[in-house]
């Protein structure tokens, strides 16, 4: 019983760091840019990094552990994450900024997949899903508080310690990792593809830099659109690889099935479009409203409350309605929603916009979790952990992606509008063209069979027991 309880708290403190730091860091965002002296756009580069770095090193998470043992490799990833904690926290210009934030996220791909990894080998499968109970408090917690809290930090401190309170937590974690958690290992592993991890992990980096980068923030204009072409082109040099070796590090032939297709690839047009608002509302709220960081973080934390409503109730209209049906017409709202966002205004009621925030968390924790069911609805056991990194890796790279656009978006409408720094008009544009983004996935969804993964929703079996 002591392992049920223990382990999955243990885990769960070193992904609740993760999480917390994901989240705290949007509220803060204005602060950092005028202490480092740039523009707040340019910190998407900061969130892009760290979102990046975990897109390359997740798929190769797995194998690590198996190779050099999961207590190994979990507590290395904690003694990363909070290295590059306090270099996050003492960086004074961009570029330490970035870099510091890409380190972070080395340790934070490696943490969490690992972490599941280490619950799922220390806990016999009979208590697996009361230690998965345990672990999902972090995942829950992390979004609600974390906005708030990294407002408090940001108004009454100092954005550091934003950073700084992770060494604590991390130490904890790092003495009960090495004190409670067997050091388990596997056999038997495949071949490490080196040259794929290479190709994939400098394709994904550079692609991403450029598109980071447009709008002249840290690169010039020119240097950012060669690293995109760049990059394309090394990831399909990384396809053509993975269709020549057997075990390669990210599984493109994955992409056959259609569900799979669906939730990570279609999918991946929805997350991009919803991955830019925790980037734009902070900077709507501070910088378009004249909020603190206290009251944006607070108001962005009904996001989150919805988010934690719609899980009670998830699994019954999917079993009613089916993922055909959820993922188009809930996509649909979910999407016009970010465009409503676009409508507030300093006059507009924080109740209003409370109510909103908590009605689009609603719709798009439903459509999150429509998405990560379907895509594994018909993968086969053996082929799961290639399917589960394959998908982390997608949606990070989609949210990389989201922010990179959105910030984009409100840099032009900024520029056409003529304003010399970003204010409250600028960002209608910016929210319209992320929800047109997010609104394409939806309509492909269309295209799916009526009883696509029905056996995971129950949708087939409930119409069957509903005929005469």
């Known amino acids: ?50 979102l990046v770095s975990l897109a390359v090193f997740i798929p190769i998470s797995g194998w690590i552990a198996d190779r050099h043992g999961s ?40 943490m969490v997949p690992v972490g599941r990894l280490v619950l799922m080998r220390a806990v016999p499968k009979r208590d697996y899903v009361a230690a998965l109970n345990y672990l999902t408090i972090p995942a829950l917690l992390g979004p609600v508080i974390g906005p708030a809290l ?29 004190r409670h958690i067997p050091n388990t290992r596997e056999a038997d592993i495949p071949e490490f593809d080196l040259r794929g991890f290479a190709l994939s992990g400098i394709g994904l980096s550079v692609l991403m ?33 993975a269709r020549r070796v057997l075990h390669p590090v990210i599984d493109l032939r994955l992409m056959r099935l259609s569900t799979f297709r669906n939730g990570v690839l279609v999918g991946g047009l929805f997350r991009a479009g919803l991955g830019a608002t925790p980037f734009l509302l902070p900077l709507l709220l501070q910088l378009g409203f004249g909020l603190n960081p206290l009251q944006s973080g607070t108001l962005t934390c009904a996001t989150a409350v919805g988010a934690m409503f719609m899980k009670t109730t998830t699994v019954r209209i999917l079993k009613r309605w089916g993922f055909r049906n959820v993922l188009s017409t809930n996509g649909v709202a979910a999407s016009a929603i970010v465009v409503a966002f676009g409508l507030f205004s300093a006059a507009t009621s924080h109740v209003v916009i409370a109510v909103v925030l908590l009605l689009s968390g609603c719709l798009r924790s439903l459509q999150f979790t429509a998405l990560n069911a379907i895509a594994f609805a018909d993968i086969p056991p053996e082929r799961m952990s290639q399917a589960s990194s394959f998908s982390s890796m997608a949606q990070r790279l989609s949210q990389s992606m989201g922010i990179a656009i959105g910030a984009y978006l409100l840099q032009l409408s900024s520029a056409l509008q003529g304003h010399a720094s970003i204010v409250a008009a600028d960002f209608w544009p910016a929210f319209v063209g992320i929800g047109l983004i997010s609104v394409v996935a939806p309509l492909l969804h269309l295209r799916l069979p009526p009883d696509a993964g029905a056996e995971v929703s129950g949708h087939a079996r409930m119409e069957a027991a509903s005929r005469p």
């Open 1 to 50: 019983m002591q392992r049920v309880v223990l382990i999955p708290l243990i885990v769960a403190c070193a992904l609740f760091m993760e999480n917390m730091d994901s989240t705290v860091i949007t509220t803060s965002l204005p602060a950092i840019a005028a202490d480092i002296g740039e523009s707040p756009l340019a910190l998407k580069l900061a969130l892009t990094s760290y």
């Open 209 to 241: 830099l450029g598109f980071s980068a447009l709008g002249g923030h840290l690169l010039p204009a020119t240097v950012a659109l060669a690293c995109i072409v760049a990059g394309i082109a090394i990831l399909l040099a990384y396809a053509r690889h």
């Open 150 to 178: 990294g407002g408090a930090i940001t108004l009454y401190f100092n954005w550091r310690w934003i950073f700084i309170i992770n060494v604590p937590i991390g130490v904890l974690g790092l003495f009960l990792v090495l």
């Open 71 to 110: 207590r190994s490799v979990f507590a290395a990833a904690i003694v990363v994450f909070v290295g590059g904690s306090l270099l996050c926290a003492g960086s004074s210009s961009l570029e330490a900024f970035v870099v510091s934030r890409f380190l972070q996220g080395i340790g934070g791909a490696m």
